[in-house]
Nanobody, 127 residues
Framework: QVQLVESGGGLVQAGDSLKLSCAAS????????MAWFRHPLGKNREFVAA????????YYGQFAEGRFTISQGDGNSAVFLQMNNLKPEDTAVYYC????????????????????WGQGTQVTVSS
């Protein structure tokens, strides 16, 4: 059974950086897309960024563009999210998500498009 485990969250100040990691097990698991979502308290879960495993193509939510960078690890079993210039509104539980199969319409951004989810890691940005 596929499991995703996030790490790297924490409490930081506005303007700081954090790097989130997500490791998949078993390590031989391969995904078509790997993504990050976040769930702010009292709001809906929202798309942050995703990467296509075969070509490394990426797509970002508008708020993430220019501040966040998604990347994948060797072997396509890990995904990272480098977050710079963090703001208080970035406070949320961050989840990694993976999709096993290709997507007809490019990089998927909907929650329902992903097959596997991690347990989440809390990111809190103080002002």
């Amino acid at each position: 059974q596929v499991q995703l485990v996030e790490s790297g969250g924490g409490l930081v100040q506005a303007g700081d950086s954090l790097k989130l990691s997500c490791a998949a097990s078993p390590h031989t698991t391969r995904f078509a897309y790997m993504a990050w979502f976040r769930h702010p308290l009292g709001k809906n879960r929202e798309f942050v960024a995703a990467i296509g495993s075969n070509y490394g193509n990426t797509y970002y939510g508008q708020f993430a563009e220019g501040r966040f960078t998604i990347s994948q690890g060797d072997g396509n079993s890990a995904v990272f999210l480098q977050m710079n210039n963090l703001k208080p509104e970035d406070t949320a539980v961050y989840y990694c998500a993976d999709r096993a199969t290709d997507h007809e319409y490019g990089i998927p951004v909907a929650v329902v498009s992903y097959d596997y989810w991690g347990q989440g890691t809390q990111v809190t940005v103080s002002s």
